[in-house]
């Protein structure tokens, strides 16, 4: 079968895989119906991932059929279309009984990582029963892509550790599609004010349309006084971080309110600096932390009444055969205005 493999920083082929095999009976086998990219997956062949071994096969999101299920599998059943989870989890160990299958023992965040990923024709998802969700008939599989990382992790990291609620003033630093997914779920809680920041008008605009009441353009390095002066000085109950870089944490400290939440989603490769001579005194707290997923049957129901509109993270379309042109249009973003690519195996 055909699959994109990492083969050490800066390289990536598509090329001939054997197919995967059940290896234990907790598994399943997936063929591949739809996928996509991740900033993650530029993180991995940039090589910060140093635990992403050169020959896995990359990619985390995507949606399929079931091909073969292992013997203890007992949700599904081959020819079941199904939603698989960025993380995989066993639902037993200590972690899993507290929902957080991100530090599952035997699971975690495996595919595309430890082992090879979701960029191919066919996957082999450990742990089935509780990595897979079932797609309800009729459902709209290509938006349903998005609910794999990129909506449970803004939900989750972004807006629930957040601590968002109503007539709250939120701002969401990175306007990528992990600061939108997070601008889309923070509307289901009603704040009165919801700044998006970046340093892409283009990625602003979109931001409008999706929702924002306000926007901020981080160039010319006043975004702080910006943010201060759309709050009347106070700052926000609510500052997300969701772009990775010690800069955009440091905003995220200049303007959260007393009382406020700084809650961190991006993934950091350096240490950042931690302002306490200024916070120690204005009860902030800050949270961190790896998406779950547990939130993933919930965000289903609300794609499914039209809560909210995942497909408008979709820009681009590719197959499986062209996905190194998927990968160079999602990692020039700035010049291709690609926020999701689907890539269709
Ligand atoms: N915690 C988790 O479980 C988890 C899961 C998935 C992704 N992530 C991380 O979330 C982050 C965002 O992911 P994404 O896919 O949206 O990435 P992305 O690279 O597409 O988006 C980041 C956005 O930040 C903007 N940006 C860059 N520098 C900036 C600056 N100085 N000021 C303001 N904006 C700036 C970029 O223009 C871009 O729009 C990444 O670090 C990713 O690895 C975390
Ligand atoms: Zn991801
Ligand atoms: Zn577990």
Not at 120 to 127: D, G, S, T
Not at 183 to 205: E, G, H, K
Not at 268 to 295: P, Q, Y
Request: proline letters at 5%; aromatic letters at 4%; glycine letters at 12%.
């Amino acid at each position: 079968m055909k699959a994109l493999v990492y083969n050490g920083p800066g390289q990536k082929n598509l090329q001939e895989r054997p197919k995967p095999v059940i290896e234990a009976g907790t598994d399943a086998i997936i063929q591949i119906t739809r996928t996509t990219i991740c900033g993650t997956d530029l993180h991995i062949l940039k090589g910060d991932v140093a635990t992403c071994l050169p020959g896995t096969t990359l990619g985390h999101e995507g949606v399929g059929v079931v091909e073969s299920v292992g013997a203890g599998v007992t949700t599904f059943k081959p020819g079941d279309r199904v939603l698989i989870s960025c993380i995989s989890a066993c639902g037993r160990c200590e972690y899993c009984r507290k929902s957080m299958y991100s530090h599952c023992t035997t699971g975690g965040w495996l595919l595309g990582h430890r082992i090879n990923g979701t960029q191919a024709e066919f996957v082999r998802i450990p742990h089935a029963d509780t990595s897979l969700h079932p797609i309800p008939p009729g459902a709209d599989e290509e938006a349903l892509v998005m609910l794999s990382d990129i909506l449970p992790t803004g939900f989750e990291c972004g807006v629930l550790n957040g601590k968002i609620s109503p007539g709250a003033s939120v701002a969401i630093v990175g306007s990528g599609p992990i600061g939108l997914a997070a601008l889309l779920t923070a509307q289901f809680y009603a704040p009165a004010t919801l700044i998006m920041v970046d340093i892409d008008d283009n990625r602003l605009a979109v931001a409008k349309r999706f929702g924002a009441t306000h926007s901020v353009n981080s160039s010319a390095g006043d975004a702080a006084r910006q943010v201060m002066a759309l709050t009347g000085g106070r700052g926000v109950d609510t500052a997300i971080e969701a772009v990775g870089i010690p800069a955009t944490f440091g905003l995220c400290q200049d303007i959260v309110a007393p009382g406020g939440t700084i809650a961190n989603v991006g993934v950091h490769g350096v240490k950042a600096d931690l302002h306490l001579e200024r916070l120690w005194s204005h009860n902030v707290t800050i949270t961190t932390g790896l998406v779950d997923t547990f939130s993933i049957p919930m965000l289903l129901k609300t794609v499914q009444s039209k809560r909210i509109d995942a497909a408008q993270l979709i820009t681009h379309r590719f197959k499986l055969d062209n996905i190194l042109q998927a990968y160079d249009t999602f990692g020039k973003a700035a010049d291709t205005k690609a926020l999701k690519v689907i890539i269709e195996a």
